[in-house]
């Protein structure tokens, strides 16, 4: 993966994530993950970092049918009807 991602160099992560998980990324792929942990003692809604923009895209996927349940049989079609959910996406943002 990594020269695949040749640019990469942090991974956002929720809290469920954390461990040997984060040595492992680092020693064997040389990058950083940074994780994210949800605190229940604010008062105030307060957006973690990088966090909202994750799980503003999931939100993104759930109005596109194809992509609510896994429909698809290969792994390579379920990562066309991504492709095609984020052209579309982006093509009514181009219209604004």
């Known amino acids: 993966m990594r020269y695949r991602f040749e640019r990469m160099k942090k991974i956002y992560a929720d809290g469920g994530?954390?461990?040997?998980?984060?040595?492992?990324?680092?020693?064997n792929l040389g990058w950083d993950m940074v994780?994210?942990?949800?605190?229940d003692v604010a008062a105030e809604f307060k957006p973690l970092p990088k966090r909202w923009i994750v799980e503003r895209t999931f939100s993104w996927f759930e109005n596109f049918r194809r992509l609510s349940k896994n429909y698809e049989y290969s792994v390579?079609?379920?990562?066309?009807?991504?492709?095609?959910?984020?052209?579309?996406?982006?093509?009514?943002?181009?219209?604004?």
């Open 76 to 96: 390579a079609s379920s990562e066309a009807m991504i492709y095609l959910a984020f052209i579309a996406l982006m093509l009514k943002y181009l219209n604004y």
């Open 17 to 27: 994530y954390r461990g040997e998980l984060v040595e492992d990324v680092k020693n």
């Open 35 to 39: 994780i994210t942990l949800h605190t």
